[in-house]
């Protein structure tokens, strides 16, 4: 039994990344696609990429729409799909080359609606599987695993757990999905993935799993750095309604709507640091420093290794609280911070300075490992380098809401 998979990739200007996207998808070792690239309004070559492919591969299909964001561009690219299952895959991302075949054989060996596969996340400096599944391999009825898949949605530590909200690391009933995703409205802003994934799942009466990174997720730290959007809140706000309504008609509502609050709150947070406005500096940072760990090591002195969320928050408590000096903030992608207003340093100048301790501030241990590594390799004392697994004062809170 072959049936057809229909693979939908949204694109707005991602012509940088286009070519890889859609070969790695064209070149598939199930044969038996069709490809709909959405074009939703790019002002770059993307379009022109679209169609080189479509004038190459009779199973690729374009359609080319008015801005109108990326809710409506899968809704269009689902209304035009034809196939049994339909995946979708995001136009700065890749997949490897028997990833359909293998979520394919999943749902029918499974006789599953769902499969879902692990990613590889793919930054600048490294390559790391982004979930381990709390599961094995193999096919489970909701039944069976819906308590557990649900305790899952929303994890604050979106490197563990069993299931992510994403659309990407999945194949579906197309049916299922389309009868999920048309009645989420297009103006929708936040979540789009899993305002529709999450009520996809609960609909769903078999899933199974595949403990195999094949979708590769692109980072890009720039992408970290939110501009700034004073409709931040009215769209937390129209999400939220949506999801309370949704997740009000499952058995397991109790769990979903304290995991909805959850999740609320620390996007909240996320808006009033980093969307809103207010200020260019964060107002309330959520993780906290290793203060204990730094001064028992004599720790007054540091450079600070890490400019994402962690290292942002970390640098001002210690810009708030004093005490610990850094003398030095570095990243690998130090050009892209410092071209967003950060004041951030290559790693190589760390032999330049005089310090005490090196602090790793990121919420990742594989890549904190990585890190370690090359900083010893650098000649960096190990027993200078400190990483300890951020807390998050958000994280704390909502232990008193369960």
Request: hydrophobic content about 35%; overall charge negative.
């Amino acid at each position: 039994m072959n049936d057809l998979i229909s693979i939908i990739i949204p694109i707005y200007n991602t012509e940088n990344y286009l070519q890889r996207c859609i070969g790695s998808v064209v070149n598939q070792t199930y044969k038996k696609i069709e490809i709909i690239l959405v074009d939703d309004g790019s002002s770059d070559r993307s379009l022109e990429i679209c169609n080189e492919y479509k004038m190459r591969d009779s199973r690729v299909r374009v359609i080319h729409n008015e801005h109108r964001g990326s809710i409506n561009a899968r809704k269009c690219g689902l209304c035009a799909a034809e196939g049994v299952y339909a995946g979708f895959v995001d136009s700065d991302d890749w997949v490897d080359a028997d990833m359909y075949e293998i979520l394919y054989s999943g749902c029918i060996n499974g006789h599953s609606e769902m499969t879902v596969c692990k990613m590889m996340i793919e930054t600048n400096e490294f390559s790391y599987v982004k979930r381990s599944f709390s599961v094995k391999d193999g096919t489970y009825s909701m039944e069976d695993i819906g308590a557990l898949l649900t305790t899952h949605f929303y994890a604050a530590d979106a490197d563990n757990g069993v299931f992510s909200g994403a659309y990407c690391d999945k194949l579906v009933k197309r049916d299922l999905l389309y009868n999920n995703l048309m009645c989420v409205e297009d103006q929708i802003r936040g979540g789009e993935d899993s305002i529709c994934i999450y009520p996809t799942t609960l609909s769903t009466r078999k899933i199974s799993f595949i403990n195999k990174a094949l979708y590769h997720y692109r980072q890009r730290k720039q992408s970290m750095l939110h501009g700034q959007d004073e409709q931040c809140f009215m769209d937390i706000n129209a999400y939220y309604l949506y999801m309370k309504k949704k997740f009000s008609e499952s058995i397991y509502a109790n769990i979903l709507l304290n995991k909805l609050k959850q999740y609320v709150l620390r996007v909240v947070l996320d808006g009033i640091n980093y969307r809103f406005g207010f200020s260019d500096d964060i107002l309330v940072p959520n993780y906290v420093p290793p203060y204990k760990e730094l001064l028992s090591k004599g720790g007054h002195n540091i450079i600070l290794y890490g400019a994402g969320k962690v290292g942002r928050d970390y640098m001002e408590f210690f810009r708030l609280v004093g005490v610990i000096n850094v003398i030095a903030w570095v990243d690998k992608d130090y050009d892209g911070f410092t071209k967003a207003g950060l004041n951030v340093e290559s790693p190589k100048v760390i032999d330049k300075y005089n310090y005490d301790m090196v602090l790793i501030a990121v919420v990742n241990e594989k890549i904190a490992d990585e890190i370690r590594d090359e900083l010893i390799e650098e000649g960096v004392e190990k027993q200078n380098i400190l990483f300890v697994y951020p807390k998050s004062i958000v994280s704390e809170c909502l232990k008193k809401l369960t």
